[in-house]
């Protein structure tokens, strides 16, 4: 595995896990009644995933240019990671909007 490649699989676990835990803060925010610093948080969260998934196109990027991407268990952690994110980002901003429809 090259270096590059290690870096780009880091990339993926350091952004995505940046926006998991971004997107825990938003929910405890809301909690709290502060749905503003919540809506801050998960647009933060939004920017971390957005450097996560271009780190992800290049690896796919490389694949449709004929270079191989290998599958190790490192990547599959790093997808993981990624898929983990977006699942916890989708379902911290419905509570966020029904404790913010719940507060009025």
Do not use: W
Request: hydrophobic residues 45%.
């Amino acid at each position: 595995m090259n270096q590059e490649y290690e870096t780009t699989i880091m990339e993926l676990i350091v952004h995505a896990g940046d926006a998991r835990s971004l997107a825990t803060q938003a929910i405890r925010s809301a909690r709290k009644g502060n749905f503003a610093e919540a809506k801050e948080l998960i647009s933060q969260c939004d920017e971390a995933m957005i450097a996560a998934h271009e780190a992800q196109t290049g690896l796919i990027r490389s694949e449709l240019e004929g270079k191989p991407v290998a599958v190790t268990l490192l990547m599959v952690h790093a997808q993981d990671h990624v898929m983990n994110a977006m699942t916890v980002i989708d379902l911290a901003k419905e509570m966020i909007a029904m404790m913010e429809e719940k507060s009025v």
